[in-house]
């Protein structure tokens, strides 16, 4: 556990200095106004996100699906713990779907290294976020996978967090240069 934390906060540490190397010159940045939109969505979609899987734990229905990735059949004692749960798992496609975007984006449109791999690490995350999500349902929420699983997630939020500030500074230095 302690190698998957290290390999975490490396991982941070690379985004942080792929954002300063990105921000620092202006010709980097992407400036497309869909793509900021893109970004800007999949922002506060991510932090609704969050919020879905919070409810999730806070609500006590977290094994409320003990399968994975279908649900299985469930007693009707159990329904509305399922539906809160089946909406954080349909949340996640939708994050997925606009998370992978994003990544393609970053990795396949742009021929600077550092941002091909910023598109590189955001899919890499987003693998591991969905395996940590499929190992608390088949293991029953081992403590491990819990933090990991809370830690990628909120590591991705951070990393389209970045990603939008350093669009926004672009677009008002693009429109400071336009003026």
Known sequence: ???????????LLYFIRASTVISSDTGMIPTGVTF?????VTLVTLYLFLLTGSYVTRSGASLACLGFPLCGSVSDAIRDLVNIHLIHRHSAFVAAAMLLSIAYVLANVYVNL??????HSIFVLLITQIVLGAANILLRIPMWSRILHLAVGVSLWACVEMLWMILTIGRSQQFKISK
């Open 1 to 11: 556990m302690a190698s998957v934390s290290a390999l975490i906060v490396l991982m």
């Open 36 to 40: 900021y939109r893109l970004v800007s």
């Open 114 to 119: 550092e941002i091909r791999y910023f598109g």
